[in-house]
């Protein structure tokens, strides 16, 4: 019996900006139906990580595929088969919730029958932007969001089109319990229909209960992986201190 192949996997990756190594030899396997959390302090490497299985920063060495394609040789195949929140940026000031849901609809070429849904994407545009808490300001200008407003949107686009890998980086930065429900609603519902989820934080109660798989990541290097429920309670606040210092 064959093992399935990996909906992400990672080996040896490194990172460098100029003098700055990001990333310093990451290796990471994730399947689908599975969700994995990438945990640690800021600068830790996690978003640059992301970023590369997003296909929107190249490796400098090691290899990374997603969804069967390698990052390097095939971003544009990587862009398509991923929903990617970045933690920063990724939203157009000037435009509304909906416009943005339409624009990402127009380019993932989403039709009003997709995916055979006796609905098209438009109610289930709709029906994340109630469950985030959005349906109010839908026709509202994004630049007078709050910091968790554009974060519970970035997670609405991200999920809209239920990508085979779905990428949240920091999806809970600053977001209110609300958002933080929501947000692990989409972890489920996406595992639920068989999509790798992998969601990098550096709050590791929030980690442990939307993953079943984490790795720690430090100073750009990997320092561990292991299941979740070792990290549960003052003995995994412990574990997860001794392997930050």
């Not at 692990?184 to 079943?212: F, K, W, Y």
């Amino acid at each position: 019996m064959t093992s399935p192949r990996p909906a992400v996997d990672v080996r040896a990756l490194h990172v460098r900006f100029g003098e700055v190594e990001a990333v310093a030899g990451v290796d990471l396997v994730a399947y689908a139906g599975q969700a994995t959390a990438l945990l640690g302090r800021n600068g830790a490497g996690k978003s640059t990580t992301m970023r590369v299985l997003a296909g929107v920063v190249p490796p400098t060495s090691g290899t990374a595929r997603v969804a069967g394609h390698d990052v390097r040789r095939e971003p544009l195949r990587v862009k398509q088969s991923v929903g990617y929140c970045p933690d920063v940026g990724g939203l157009v000031p000037r435009a509304t919730p909906w416009e943005h849901v339409q624009l990402s609809a127009r380019l993932r070429r989403l039709d009003r029958t997709w995916r055979t849904r006796p609905v098209g994407w438009e109610q289930r545009a709709r029906d994340l932007l109630e469950r985030f808490e959005l349906g109010d300001v839908a026709h509202r200008v994004t630049a007078g969001f709050s910091h968790g407003m554009g974060r519970r949107l970035s997670v609405v686009l991200a999920a809209l089109h239920e990508p085979d890998v779905l990428l949240l980086d920091e999806p809970f930065d600053g977001v209110d319990p609300i958002g933080v429900e929501a947000t692990l609603e989409v972890v489920a519902d996406a595992r639920a229909r068989g999509a790798c989820v992998l969601v990098s934080t550096h709050l590791r109660e929030l980690a442990i209960e939307a993953c079943s798989t984490v790795t720690v990541l430090r100073g750009g290097a990997q320092v561990a992986t292991l299941p979740a429920a070792d990290m549960v309670g003052e003995d995994g606040a412990r574990a997860y201190r001794g392997l930050l210092d």
